[in-house]
């Protein structure tokens, strides 16, 4: 059984795509800090519902999906529960395998994620560490899970707060650019709806290029960039007002914003 205690808005991206995946409901335990939300998840997708001490001693697998700051307090909770053969996966941005190691005893398999909000539509990026009682096989585990609702790449623990910064937090940045192009499109006189579906679909062709065609973004870039044309004339406008640099620093700054997660 696998139970997913603090089910917000990523413990609901990841229990509504285990279901999609084809996880029977009963396979699934879920916990709520609210119990109106704990029954709403319980009407919405037939898991049985239950509070963290109970949810740790029934699964298998248990998926921490709490806020970083509500992390200590879970782990105390549901440490006298965890016996040593279970499987901790935390989706906590920031939080150590470490942190969680260290008040659930010795032995226990830490592995850390990093996913974002596009598992949703089946397409999310996770990233995986693995804690230092995690095997090859608790790998496994933990990608199976998560490859039926997108891409699962495995990486250094190092490398998690900027993954964080990169996949974790990158679905704003892009909403944040659409937002800013369908501004753009209304100042040019283009109604909002029409002005939404040709940025939404000119990132969709864009993106699945950039996925399906193993280019490097500059060759891509390249091939819409025609001498003295209106592409060089935006980008040269995007220079001008440094957003590359801005870019950098805004995504330094959610690393750097992870790592004082952890910390406290």
Known sequence: MIAIL?????????????VRAGLRPEEIVATARRPERAEALRERYGVRVASNAEA???????????????MAALLTEIS?????????????AGITTAFVEARLGDGV????????????VDEAMSVISAGAHASEEHLKRTEELLSPVGKVLRIPESQQDAATALSGSGPAYFFYLVEA???AGILLGMPRAAALDMVTQSIV??????RDSGEHPVILREAVTSPGGTTIS????????KVRAAF???????????????AG
């Open 6 to 18: 603090g089910t917000g808005k990523m413990g609901e991206a990841l229990l509504s795509g285990l």
């Open 56 to 70: 740790a001693k029934l699964a298998d697998t248990l998926i921490l999906a709490v806020k970083p700051q509500d």
């Open 80 to 92: 006298p529960h965890v016996a040593a053969d279970r499987l901790v996966i935390s989706v906590a």
């Open 109 to 120: 398999a830490v592995v850390r994620v990093m996913s974002n909000t596009p598992v949703l």
């Open 181 to 183: 192009m369908v501004d």
């Open 205 to 210: 062709g864009a993106a699945i290029m950039l």
């Open 234 to 241: 935006a980008i040269a406008e995007l220079e001008r007002h």
């Open 248 to 262: 950098l620093d805004a995504i330094e700054a959610a690393c750097e914003r992870s790592r004082r997660l952890a």
